[in-house]
């Protein structure tokens, strides 16, 4: 049997295994907290008329390789198809979708919600389809409901950052307006009826450990699940490797209502020559985790130079799609594999059922220049990036993004804009006493990596200019021509964007910035004093124009005109 194959089987026996219910909970002498929690999923595959219509996928190289997005020069990505995945009949890994989950103490309620898109922005220019409106629509719907409270502040949208995914940022090409607008219903509705579908549950709370590559001495695996882009630099050691999950069961018994997953590793296991829309390995391992009875899903975590250990099929014989579907799924199942030692190591919340969620406006100065010239001149490219460009979203190079904090019992979830390099994460952890510590990455925005602290950055961006390696034997100077001796250079050849890590860093200051929100957050819903663990960082107060903003400040703003008649594309 190959491994792919013994992988695959061990998902169905844990299916098997698992799905019948079990009269009473190995841990029955505990008394678990009584919570309540929904779940749903709904696809958000492209029509037919949206995929002919120049439909981009992102992640890969940048632009559309179209002048102004009309004239062809080179081939983009622009996706011929849906990735089919015959494992999962019931679609569930087929293309993309929306997964949400919804838990409450009965008073209050939260949602966690996660679009499989490369990335997606709190606001859009074509008209009110982005995040922040996702998260009011939503709220308003609720509203109309009887249940627990839920305002847009307790609602975390996130995207899956797949680089198979559709490109709902415009930078390499976009996708059509009517996209964007189903992109938007779509998940409006599956936040609402995960809060319809709301049921008394126990929630258990597990972890286990992904392994990094390269790195055995601090990050120990037989089988490691990541890779850390700058492993040899001693200030970018840090790594989240941590898979956290939390299983809703009906109170007594074993028989699960929904299996959340908080991972981080970028959704890139497919690589730039598939052209066939989706979520990559999150799809597949979502499905897997459904096996286990309800609803399954997997929300990204700290995507910042974290990569997976991925292997190639190994069915050699396998092609074209049918070898994409199984490198999706063979990963998929390592990290399944993974996370059921999660489970079978988990324990129930008690005490108090307490759930709570708030989010934050923080205002920066974007020092990208590339990034700026890109948002107000990008169209000439082949990049028309879609973020709105108005108050307080994105104006001249003043930039706002959203920042979640919210608790379910004794555990912090916190989410950030971007792909959250792990230092920001580990600051937190160091800081805030929790009985565990979920992030949740390119959370309520898309701002590409968030870096911090300053000595995080030389290394990002010496590989964003350079190969970093030494100079080729008789080539001093990188021109390809002899020479009679080589030079060498602790910089490496000029090779610009082959690491993308700086050139998609937003400021210099955004990773502290962000820091200090999580602290501030962090205090709020945990201990319900702002200053609790941000007092307790020296630079946080240089940020005190975030402080003096109150939470639910994002959410304040008119929605966005409706120019979708105007910007089809």
């Not at 990541?226 to 492993?231: A, P």
């Not at 074209?320 to 594999?337: E, P, S, T, W």
Request: hydrophobic share 40%.
């Amino acid at each position: 049997m190959s491994r792919t194959a013994a992988l695959l089987a061990g998902v169905v026996t844990a299916a098997i295994a698992i799905a019948v219910p079990v009269a009473a909970s190995p841990h029955a002498s505990i008394k678990a907290a009584r919570y309540t929690l929904g779940a749903d999923v709904e696809s958000i595959n492209p029509t037919a008329a949206m995929l002919a219509d120049d439909f981009y996928l992102g992640g890969y190289g940048l632009g559309s390789g179209k002048v102004a997005n009309q004239v062809k020069v080179i081939d983009g990505r622009a996706a011929t198809g849906i990735l089919r995945d015959p494992m999962f009949p019931d679609g569930l890994a087929d293309g993309v979708h929306v997964r949400s989950v919804v838990i409450g103490d009965g008073r209050h309620a939260i949602a966690l919600a996660q679009i499989e898109t490369q990335g997606y922005y709190s606001a859009y220019k074509q008209g009110p389809f982005g995040i922040t409106e996702i998260r009011k629509h939503a709220a308003a719907a609720i509203a109309k409901l009887h249940g627990p409270a839920m305002n847009a502040g307790a609602i975390v949208v996130d995207s899956n950052h797949s680089h198979s995914g559709p490109d709902t940022a415009g930078v390499w090409g976009g996708v059509p307006t009517t996209y964007l607008k189903l992109v938007h219903d779509q998940t409006v509705k599956a936040i609402v009826n995960a809060y319809r579908t709301q049921q008394a549950v126990e929630l258990w709370f597990g972890t286990a450990h992904a392994g990094v590559a390269g790195m055995p001495d601090r990050y120990p695996s037989k089988d490691p699940l990541l890779t850390n882009q700058f492993s040899y630099d001693p200030a970018n050691a840090e790594v989240d490797d941590e898979l956290r999950v939390i299983q809703a069961r009906v109170p007594g018994t074993r028989q699960v209502v929904a299996t959340y997953l908080n991972y981080s590793s970028h959704p890139t296991v497919l690589g730039s020559e598939n052209k066939l829309v989706s979520a990559d390995y999150t799809g597949p391992l979502s499905a897997m985790l459904s096996t286990l009875g309800g609803v399954g899903m997997q929300q990204v975590a700290t995507l910042g130079r974290t990569q997976p250990a991925r292997d190639d099929c190994d069915d050699k014989s396998a092609t074209g799609a049918k070898a994409d579907v199984c490198k999706i799924n063979q990963y998929a199942a390592r990290v399944f594999l993974r996370a059921r030692q999660a489970i079978a190591a988990s324990r129930p919340l008690t005490g108090v059922p307490v759930v709570g969620m708030q989010s934050y406006l923080i205002e920066d100065t974007a020092t990208n220049a590339p990034i700026i010239a890109l948002e107000y001149g990008g169209l000439a490219a082949g990049a028309p990036l879609y973020r709105a460009q108005n108050t307080p979203w994105f104006t001249a190079n003043e930039m706002g993004a959203t920042v979640f904090s919210g608790r379910v019992g004794g555990l912090l979830l916190e989410g950030g804009p971007g792909e959250i390099y792990p230092q920001i994460v580990a600051k937190v952890r160091t800081t805030v006493p929790a009985l565990g510590h979920f992030t949740i990455g390119t959370a309520g925005d898309f701002l590409g990596y968030i870096v911090a602290p300053v000595s995080a950055y030389p290394e990002p961006i010496r590989r964003s200019m350079f190969d970093g390696d030494p100079l080729p034997s008789g080539n001093p100077d990188c021109s390809g021509g002899a020479a009679p001796a080589p030079v060498p250079s602790p910089a490496g050849c000029p090779s610009p964007i082959d690491n993308d890590n700086y050139f998609f860093n937003v400021s210099h200051t955004f990773g502290e910035r962000l820091t200090c929100a999580m602290l501030r957050g962090a205090g709020a819903v945990m201990k319900g004093n702002d200053s609790t663990y941000w007092s307790t960082y020296a630079l946080c107060p240089a940020f005190a124009n975030d402080y003096a903003l109150p939470a639910g400040t994002d959410t304040q703003f008119p929605d966005q005109p409706d120019l979708s008649a105007v910007i089809t594309h």
